[in-house]
């Protein structure tokens, strides 16, 4: 009897649209949500025993070098299809591909566990103080960045690579 009613009305209404799943996953609330560029590999996290070799090398010349603060579009850790455009220092090359860090301006990383403390610098338009997260290498591809940021002066990488060689065993 129910099944009649209910096809009695579709028939006289029509029936009700069924609502259908996004194409795409949909992005995060908020400013900082940006859907990932198309056609590019995503960043991703690199494993731990590919051999890793930090080096200084920056050079504002267009092309992301180590040693710089570059902008591109970095995946959420817990949901790798979402994700949101930050600064990445750059660490390291292979070819078109970088090894990077991210870097957040979220007071609360001061004093956390694998978070070391930049402070403020040029990639930061309202030069916020910033923290690189040391314990997550993204891989990224070279067409893949978005902008150079600015480069991170010597003694502040020369920290970094220093807590890299010996928290995470880099050479």
Do not use: C
Request: avoid cysteine; charge should be positive.
């Amino acid at each position: 009897m129910f099944e009649t009613l209910r096809s009695f009305f579709q028939r006289l209404f029509g029936a009700p649209e069924q609502p259908q799943a996004p194409a795409t996953p949909v992005p995060r609330k908020g400013p900082e949500a940006k859907p990932k560029p198309a056609g590019i590999r995503p960043p991703r996290a690199v494993p731990k025993p590919r051999g890793r070799h930090l080096a200084y090398a920056p050079n504002l010349d267009g092309d992301a070098d180590p040693g710089e603060i570059v902008w591109t579009w970095v995946p959420y850790e817990d949901d790798p299809s979402q994700g949101k455009d930050r600064p990445v220092l750059v660490v390291g090359r292979d070819a078109n591909t970088l090894l990077g860090l991210m870097l957040s301006s979220q007071s609360d990383r001061d004093g956390q566990r694998n978070w070391l403390a930049l402070g403020p610098g040029d990639w930061d338009r309202d030069a916020r103080p910033s923290w690189v997260r040391l314990d997550r290498v993204l891989e990224v591809d070279e067409d893949g960045i978005r902008r150079e940021g600015a480069v991170l002066d010597r003694p502040r990488f020369d920290r970094v690579a220093a807590i890299l060689r010996r928290n995470y065993g880099w050479p």
